[in-house]
């Protein structure tokens, strides 16, 4: 059993202020992810670490430079961030270990993005947590790029064919028009009005895209808040239920 | 023109002073690889940053753990001298980006280490110059392990095919009994009782060993110091010329 997790930015930082944790937060969810026995790869969000170098580039998955000072600049802060989540994770116990995606993958001219995952395989396989995050990427179209955490949890989850996949999201899943949550969502159509209107989006992407991105996956993902993130490590599907690939034709 | 360039960790660090650079080494050695206009990849050693924390684990190419925390004191060391070195790179004009083996490496139960180099590619593709370093690297058969600058720069010399390799290191070259300068080596066994006398034995593998891998490669590799190194990238063989693959069979 191999579950790919993502902490998203906005959980783990204080949105508003430049390279601060929440540390509560992270704390919570870090003593939550050490307690699990299964294979887990964690990837985590940029929040106030990654965007604010990134919007002042004018950087993202689809805007790159040239400059690598500028993804230096990035990539940095990026650093830090992982290095605060591997240290949490570390006093509780977890044997957690970097994954920087700028040195692993590439965005394609296609505008997918390929990683080399044999590291986190063997990590896995001699009892690591693997923890990446996201990042700049060297883009054959673009010179450096954003990754986001959302598409490297759906690369990862491909690469090693995981069995779950979970976004642990500053909400409780997706939300409809009246805000109560979507319990389960098979495809795009049937909740693009109530996604055109979150307020959710940002430099790298909203709801809609992780919702798109998430149905085109095998296997079934969560979408939930911090408050369910020990059920569903225990196994439940709390918040949003995106049921990709043989489950979204189930029920087709 | 692809050329694999290693800056020996005793050249761009006091050996004796932890995590203490030798600026002036640096500098100079940075402003002759920005001044390069073909294809290079940098390789840089551990020197007082990476050495001693891998020394306080008992961590080396051939002796790992399962303890996280102790690899990434080793990994940290590393990036911080990784910084360094990109900062004094970008400060000579070279767009210079980080590439860190634990994230794209595994030691393979072999021994034997294989690296992604697809990120170093598209970044030469798009015209960065790719900065590598000894790091740690998990280990398929030891937990986590050290990869040597050494290792890494065969490694990518051969999956890059390369056509030069140079090893910038705080000797003229590989010396004989009488501290003279070998001009050429063909084969091992020519050298190998000056060698076995080498006072530059050190974690990642001594002179020996050096020779030993650049002979394995099909590409021929200069051995020299710093104040070889901007002759070495305008072309010339400074040094000693380790001939391997076709020169060592044309030349047998």
Redesign the interface.
């Known amino acids: 059993m191999t579950t790919v997790l993502k902490l998203g930015g906005s959980v783990i930082t204080r949105k508003g202020e430049r390279e601060t944790l929440a540390e509560d937060a992270l704390d919570r969810a870090a003593a939550a992810v050490a307690s699990v026995p299964e294979d887990l790869v964690l990837v985590h969000g940029a929040g106030s670490f990654g965007h604010p170098p990134a919007d002042e580039y004018d950087l993202s998955p689809t805007a790159g430079t040239?400059?690598?000072?500028a993804?230096?600049d990035v990539?940095?802060a990026m650093?830090l961030l992982n290095?605060a989540v591997?240290a949490r994770l570390?006093d509780h116990g977890?044997?957690?270990?970097?994954?920087?995606?700028?040195?692993?993958?590439?965005r394609r001219s296609s505008d997918s993005v390929?990683l080399?995952t044999?590291?986190i395989e063997?990590?896995l396989?001699?009892?690591?947590?693997p923890v990446a995050h996201g990042d700049v990427?060297?883009?054959?179209a673009r010179?450096?790029s954003i990754v986001s955490g959302d598409e490297l949890v759906v690369e990862i989850a491909r690469s090693l064919q995981a069995d779950r996949v979970g976004l642990c999201s500053a909400v409780p899943g997706v939300l409809d028009q009246d805000g109560a949550v979507v319990p389960r969502i098979d495809e795009l159509d049937a909740v693009a009005a109530a996604l055109g209107g979150s307020a959710e989006t940002d430099v790298t992407g909203g709801m809609a895209e992780k919702v798109r991105s998430l149905l085109g996956l095998d296997v079934p993902a969560s979408i939930f808040d911090l408050d369910a993130l020990a059920a569903f490590l225990a196994g439940e599907s709390p918040g949003t239920l995106v049921a990709g690939g043989p489950e979204a034709n189930r029920s087709a």
């Open positions: 040239d400059d690598a000072a993804a230096l990539h940095d650093c290095d591997l570390q977890a044997e957690a270990l970097p994954v920087h995606p700028l040195s692993a993958g590439v390929t080399a044999a590291p063997t990590m396989e001699r009892g690591f947590l990427i060297v883009d054959e010179g450096v």
